[in-house]
């Protein structure tokens, strides 16, 4: 019966392949006795792969785009709609009864196996939108029927969201009113950043979270970090403590593993050595879309990577690439 229950997430590439690393750490850390399952795509490099299969207990990859069937047709021109598709591949595990699907972007820090106690289709109400629910954490029963019906359903109405939560909460639509037992408490799909937006609350309830979710556009992977300290750089719209927890686990469990041929963060994270620095450099390590975002942020690194010397090196780089 355990055996027939999984929790499912979802990467397609190496950097949410990162999230799912630590997700999945964080589910053994726990000690669940359910299956873990992920479903990828082509685009995850083999090395990423390999790190997956120590800790998963199955890998399925799936490539939308090469399928001859009508979610492929639609794709061809709607490709916006290819991460949200590859998530529905979740309802083909049909080697499972019963599954919990979870986001990358998750970090569990209680055991929360009774979820598989619950019915399909159960989840926790969005913060930005209570009648609808978020679709970064909830119970399926995986099912070929279902998977069809969602897919046709999809392209037939596509996603008031753009995303796979828009198109979830119509296809279940019933879930806002029907039955008080498929919503499910707020301490299985924590935003991290309620910490901060209702923080009596978290003071109250708080001890009892057991999934916490960095959704939005900030990753906990491309916040920077003291690779001298060991500790996260605190400006996030998550919260310090949980960012932390995600990077405390990273380090010890993910990141001694990665390789230069990991691609994309994965790859930049590799080069990460903690201990002291060298003289003239920056103790805070980030990646390159980090760097990008602490940019935009307006935090210039003046002193390490945004240096100006780096800035002309830089260009002139391009200016010679360009000439070639
Ligand atoms: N995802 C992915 N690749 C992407 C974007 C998303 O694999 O380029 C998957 C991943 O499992 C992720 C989920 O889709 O957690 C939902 O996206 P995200 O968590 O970024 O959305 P949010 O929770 O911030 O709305
Ligand atoms: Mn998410």
């Known amino acids: ?52 299969g120590n800790v998963f207990d199955l890998i399925k990859v799936v490539d939308v785009l090469d399928s001859k069937d009508e979610a492929n047709l639609t794709l061809l021109t709607r490709p916006e709609l290819g991460v949200t598709f590859t998530k529905f591949h979740c309802w083909r595990l049909t080697q499972f009864q019963k599954c919990v699907f979870l986001d990358a972007d998750i970090l569990v820090v209680q055991n929360c196996d009774e979820l598989f106690d619950r019915e399909e289709l159960s989840a926790v109400p969005d913060v930005g939108w209570p009648d609808c629910f978020n679709s970064g954490v909830f119970v399926f029963q995986p099912n070929e029927e279902t998977y069809s019906a969602i897919i046709k359903f999809a392209i ?21 009113t029907a039955d008080i037992s498929r919503h499910l408490s707020f301490i299985y799909n924590m935003n991290a950043n309620a910490t901060y937006s209702y923080q009596p609350a978290y003071k109250q309830f708080g001890k009892d979270v057991k999934i916490v979710h960095f959704l939005g556009h900030i990753k906990p992977w491309m916040q920077m970090y003291n690779s001298e300290t060991g500790r996260v750089q605190p400006d996030s719209p998550h919260s310090f403590e949980h960012l932390q927890l995600w990077w405390d686990l990273f380090m010890r469990q993910v990141q001694p593993n990665l390789t230069e041929e990991c691609s994309g963060i994965a790859g930049e994270l590799s080069k990460l050595q903690i201990g002291p620095i060298a003289p003239g450099s920056s103790a805070f390590i980030q990646s390159s879309e980090a760097r990008r975002y602490a940019w935009e942020r307006g935090q210039v690194d003046y002193m390490g990577a945004d240096a100006f010397s780096n800035i002309e090196k830089k260009l002139q780089e391009s200016i010679e690439g360009s000439k070639k």
């Open 1 to 52: 019966m355990v055996d027939q229950q999984a929790f499912v997430t979802c990467a397609t590439n190496d950097t949410y392949a990162l999230g799912a690393l630590v997700l999945a750490h964080s589910l053994r850390n726990v000690q669940t006795t359910r299956k873990l399952a992920i479903i990828v795509t082509p685009q995850v490099t083999n090395k990423i792969r390999s790190l997956l």
């Open 156 to 176: 037939q109405n596509g996603s008031f969201d753009g995303g796979d939560q828009g198109v979830l909460n119509m296809f279940f639509k019933d879930w806002r």
